[in-house]
């Protein structure tokens, strides 16, 4: 059963200096849907973090709970992917937004990515995310910020800080844990590949931290890991010819298709 | 030769190339010059570069020399534009580029490989008259105001007000200037502005759709404030965005760098304003009285066919059609061939 509303999930591995900043702006965008009679809550899911983060969820959650704030503890380390199969499975709400720890929302805007997903019956939405250099107050890149073409069968532009609807990521088995650091990549192909609506709607969705040693950064066996995704999903080239259902959407609630 | 313009009691004969590649702002321009010299009285031809029209014309504009030659192909292109050439008395280029830019630059050499007469920069305000005619072409500088019809349509007036839930909106190439400026509107402004900024795919078959200007006259139609800023740092105004705004009944605000001088007498100068001011001026704006003051500047200024009836008066050695002189708005510059 999926109640109507809406969970911000933010997986968390060592984060603690972040964590913070992107709970707050997770329950900033709690209380802004609650103000609009839609259920919402911010569900922390902790990869067993080694640094100060365990103590101060629990203190968090202990602050806030009556705020929407929930955490869950793994027992053992799962990985990004692992984490957000966990929150799919732990999630309140049939609508999911992954933030990560050490990113943050806008969070007045999350009501209307929400409207956005009801009106368009999609699988996930997406809007832009504002890139900004470690220590830096102002961003000066942007991603998530064009609408889902074939190229992505090629390389990834869309972050996995967007909004989804949780019934289509676990009738997909949520994420493969096999593929890390390009498991949100491949979750925007398998979405794709089933028939599953992505689609743009231009607003900025976040702000991303753009910080150094970070786990996608680490992964040393990318090309390795492409190809098993070119494998999985355009062996032989033919995405170019047979456009998806994602393809080229956008939408503006108010304005409408794009 | 046949009599030119001036000698003819009644019509002149007027050739159009558009650059066929219908993007939204440039084309739309091309199209309402043709109206305008139509109600001039001229005979038009708006045709591409393929499907010129047999016999003699007084003059010629070509709608960016740089694309009409990237569509044809350099070589075919440049024969055709040759017998263009020939058949007509006068040929100008058209350009709605900021002469600092890379793609202006090209166009002025083009222009005098292919002997162009005239450099035609249609826009809010003249340009810097060296580096406008740096090859030695002559330019000239016609208003980019309102068409006779364009005057005569209502705008959506100010009981729509409402309606309009989009704050702000910025839609272009993304730059970190861009992005920067995004930044601080959503950060100090409002976040429910509309940000649709693609990269640059040059080498992508099928890149990111542009919005076409259906499609933005949808958006400015809800938006209050539509920003930009340039890709370099000279002062210039992109004349198809304020129309655009003029016609869906929102306000332009162009953004330049803080260092930028702006003369007292620049047109629309209200709603030009330096990087460090912007949110300032999006936070403490009175909507409703700027609305005002936007739109009666625009009918204050000349209409487009005054400034291309004094050209025509200009280069066919006459008077203009509409007998009106030349406004202050409409400097001929740059006759520095």
């Given amino acids: ?258 | 030769m046949e009599d030119s313009l001036a000698g003819r009691p009644t019509h002149g004969r007027v050739l159009l190339i558009d650059d066929g590649d219908g993007s939204a702002g440039h084309d739309p321009l091309i199209r309402r010059m043709a109206r305008e010299f139509a109600r001039l009285g001229l005979d038009v031809e708006l045709c591409t570069l393929a499907h010129v029209p047999p016999g003699r014309f007084d003059f010629c504009i070509l709608d960016d020399l740089v694309a009409i030659l990237a569509r044809a192909g350099d070589e075919p292109g440049r024969r055709q534009l040759d017998a263009v050439r020939r058949a007509s008395d006068v040929i100008l280029n058209f350009s709605a580029d900021c002469v600092f830019s890379s793609r202006y630059q090209r166009g002025l050499v083009a222009c005098r490989s292919l002997g162009v007469d005239r450099i035609l920069d249609v826009g809010i305000i003249p340009q810097d008259v060296e580096a406008a005619c740096r090859a030695g072409v002559p330019y000239h500088f016609v208003f980019d105001g309102l068409t006779h019809d364009e005057d005569g349509e209502s705008n959506p007036d100010a009981a729509e007000h409402d309606r309009r839930f989009i704050p702000w909106a910025i839609v272009d190439r993304q730059t970190p200037e861009r992005v920067a400026l995004t930044s601080r509107l959503v950060s100090q402004v409002s976040p429910h502005g509309f940000v649709y900024l693609p990269g640059a795919h040059p080498h992508e078959k099928e890149g990111p759709r542009p919005l076409n200007s259906g499609q933005m006259d949808r958006i400015l139609e809800k938006t209050r404030y539509y920003v930009w800023c340039g890709e370099h740092r000279q002062l210039y105004f992109e004349s198809p965005r304020f129309r655009a705004c003029r016609q869906a009944g929102c306000l332009p605000l162009k953004v330049v760098g803080d260092e930028t001088v702006l003369p007292g007498d620049l047109p629309f100068r209200d709603f030009v304003v330096r990087e460090r001011d912007v949110a300032d001026r999006l936070r403490g704006s009175d909507y409703e009285a700027e609305r005002r003051s936007f739109q009666t500047e625009y009918s204050r200024r000349p209409r487009l066919g005054e400034g291309l009836d004094s050209l025509m008066g200009e280069l066919g050695g006459r008077s203009g059609r509409l007998g009106l002189g030349r406004r202050p708005d409409n400097q001929t510059l740059g006759q520095c061939a």
């Fill in chain 1, 1 to 258: 059963m999926y109640h109507d509303g809406v969970t911000i999930a933010i997986p968390n591995w060592n984060h603690e200096f972040f964590l913070a900043r992107s709970i707050r702006s997770g329950l900033d965008a709690v209380r802004h849907l609650r103000e609009q009679g839609t259920s919402a809550e911010v569900l922390v899911v902790d990869d067993v973090s080694r640094d100060g983060s365990r103590p101060l969820l629990r203190q968090l959650e202990a602050r806030y709970f009556e705020d929407g704030l929930r955490i869950h503890h793994h027992a053992v380390n799962l990985g990004p992917g692992g984490s957000r199969n966990s929150a799919i499975a732990q999630a309140r709400y049939r609508h999911l937004v992954f933030l990560d720890a050490d990113n943050e929302i806008v969070a007045k805007n999350i009501p209307i990515f929400h409207q956005s997903i009801l009106e368009t019956g999609a699988a996930a939405v997406y809007g832009n995310l504002l890139l900004r250099k470690a220590f830096r107050s102002t961003a000066d890149e942007a991603c998530s910020n064009e609408s889902f073409r074939n190229q992505m069968f090629n390389a990834n532009y869309i972050d996995t800080l967007a909004m989804y609807d949780r019934i289509h990521l676990a009738d997909l088995s949520g994420y493969d844990a096999s593929l890390p650091g390009l498991e949100d990549w491949e979750m925007w192909l398998h979405l794709a590949a089933n028939g599953g609506r992505i689609v743009f709607v231009p607003l900025v969705f976040g702000f991303y931290d753009v910080l150094p040693l970070s786990t996608n950064a680490a992964v040393h066996n990318v090309e390795q890991l492409r190809d098993r995704a070119r494998r999985i999903y355009n062996q032989l080239g033919f995405r170019a010819h047979s456009r998806t259902k994602s393809h080229q959407l956008r939408y503006f609630p108010g304005v409408g298709y794009l």
